[in-house]
């Protein structure tokens, strides 16, 4: 077994929106030939509501501090491709995340550092980008100031001096629909 260690990389500052900061990528996750599970959870297989997205548009509603959500890309939107999580600058990944996603909202308090933990049961993207837009949800063409995202790896920490709205997403592959929890630390 290959030990990994985690990477820090430094974000300059934004004078777009006002953010300085690290980001954190945790790359511990699983990545066995015959499972793209970092779930130790038993909800893989539990049955997860598939209704649409309450909206507005892609979102299923609002993730706040210390909150962990469960949910299933099934029955997402559909809005992001991996031409979408490049061009915004969130990852590169020689995975096409051209599948289901599901998105919820973020407003984060200023001079506080955030970490979203992703634990999911099939291969999976976390992504987290500023977006002040209330009524509609980031597409391709859409100018985003800020992404941090993972492919496979499961955390991302970001901080922001000042108030921010983020929408935080998971994505995954056409066909590879799962469960997933996402979970929200502010410090």
């Not at 599948?99 to 976390?126: I, K, P, Y």
């Amino acid at each position: 077994m290959t030990t990994r260690t985690p990477i820090l990389i430094l974000v300059a500052a934004s004078s777009l929106c006002g953010c300085t900061g690290a980001v954190t990528f945790d790359d511990t996750a699983s990545d066995t030939a015959d499972t793209n599970s970092t779930s130790t959870s038993g909800f893989c297989d539990d049955a997860l509501d598939t209704s649409p997205p309450p909206g507005p548009e892609c979102l299923m509603g609002t993730i706040t501090c210390g909150e962990t959500v469960t949910g299933t890309t099934e029955g997402g939107s559909e809005i992001w491709d991996q031409d979408f999580h490049e061009s915004v600058f969130c990852f590169v990944s020689n995975v096409d995340f051209d599948g289901l996603e599901r998105m919820w909202a973020f407003d984060q308090a200023a001079d506080t550092e955030v970490t979203v933990s992703m634990d999911h049961c099939n291969t999976a993207a976390l992504s987290v980008m500023s977006w002040s837009d209330t009524e509609t949800c980031p597409t391709s063409g859409s100018l985003v100031n800020r992404c941090e995202g993972s492919d496979e790896s499961g955390t991302v920490s970001f901080y922001a001096d000042r108030e921010t709205r983020w929408v935080i997403g998971v994505d995954t592959p056409a066909g590879q629909e799962g469960n997933f929890s996402l979970t929200v630390t502010c410090n």
